[in-house]
């Protein structure tokens, strides 16, 4: 997850990502901090195609996040002991 959007290292995986977000109601995404400013080679959407993100609190990501809930991203942070 960069400021670019979602991508994946598969593109053969992006390209099942895109129909199963086609299809659904609303983008889900369950990522760890670890995740957070990483671009992979393969570009599945922009941040305007996430509905919600569901991460872990890691304070050095604290301002991406802010940076995701300002393009529109509802974030849900989950404090880890």
């Known amino acids: 997850i960069s400021e670019a959007g979602l ?9 099942v990502e895109r ?13 760890d901090h670890s995740k957070l400013g990483v671009r992979s080679m393969s570009h599945l959407c922009p941040l305007q195609e996430i509905d919600l993100l569901v991460t872990d609190e890691h304070p ?9 809930r300002g393009a529109g991203v509802e974030v849900v942070s989950v404090p880890v002991d």
């Not at 129909?19 to 990522?31: E, Q």
């Open 60 to 68: 050095p990501t604290a301002g991406f996040l802010e940076g995701l």
């Open 19 to 31: 129909v199963m977000m086609a299809r659904s109601g609303k983008v889900v995404v369950l990522a």
């Open 7 to 15: 991508s994946n290292t598969n593109e053969m995986v992006v390209e």
